[in-house]
């Protein structure tokens, strides 16, 4: 079965500094994506960043980057230089070749000024 | 320019009610889905249609049918609406892209059911 798991329901960071989500995964599968939305207070869901499972090289999008560690299940997601914009839930999820996307609970942040 | 819309974005209503909830894309993509949202924010597949046609379809009640029209369109109908139905629904879509790879999936802003 595919999960996610986001062990971290809260984060705080001070505005401009580096927060880091954290997030597990597993799937039977080997050709899989992985992808980190944004849920800001006005319930949008809002593609942050992507990463295809066969791609070694970390995704990077701006402050957003990312630490994919496959052997271990791993996708974090790194905000450099936090803004109070950034204030939002933070859902990582996972999608095999059925097209079929899982979600974590979420991470909320909070932008501490 | 909005590219997956939902309508209404907030849905009060009685229980034991039958509502609709439509969604619309204008991005050409071949797949469309319907999420639930839950009180704790946990994001839930429900149904997905490629080219109109049913290929996901979790364990859902069969109070909640998915009906397409055509491939822009996916509406959420719901009969005897219950309190447990009270949630945020997300309508989203995708397009395979080459080599069999599908592109993220786009979602729309969401719909606030409230079962009274």
């Known amino acids: 079965a595919q999960t996610v798991t986001q062990s971290q329901p809260e984060m705080s960071v001070q505005e401009a500094e580096t927060v880091t989500l954290s997030c597990t995964y597993d799937t039977s599968e080997s050709d899989y994506y992985l992808f980190w939305y944004k849920q800001p207070p006005s319930r949008q869901m809002i593609l942050v960043i992507r990463?295809?499972?066969?791609?070694?090289q970390n995704a990077t999008e701006n402050r957003f980057s990312v630490n994919f560690q496959k052997a271990a299940k791993s996708f974090s997601l790194k905000i450099s230089d936090s803004q109070l914009g950034d204030a939002a839930m933070y859902f990582c999820a996972s999608m095999n070749r059925d097209d079929k996307i899982i979600f974590g609970k979420g991470t909320r942040l909070h932008i501490l000024p | 320019d909005t590219a997956v819309s939902q309508t209404p974005k907030y849905l009060v209503t009685q229980m034991g009610n039958d509502k609709s909830i439509k969604c619309e894309q204008n991005l050409g993509h071949d797949t469309m889905y319907w999420y639930k949202q839950d009180s704790k924010k946990f994001l839930k597949i429900m149904f997905s249609y490629n080219n109109k046609e049913l290929i996901i379809n979790e364990t859902v009640p069969n109070r909640f049918s998915p009906k397409s029209p055509d491939k822009a369109h996916l509406n959420l109908h719901i009969n005897s609406l219950e309190l447990g139905d009270s949630a945020v629904y997300f309508c989203?879509?995708?397009?395979?892209?080459?080599?069999?790879?599908?592109?993220?999936?786009?979602f729309g802003d969401g719909t606030r059911l409230s079962i009274l």
């Open positions: 990463q295809e499972a066969y791609k070694q």
């Open positions: 989203a879509s995708s397009q395979e892209g080459g080599q069999g790879q599908r592109q993220p999936q786009h």
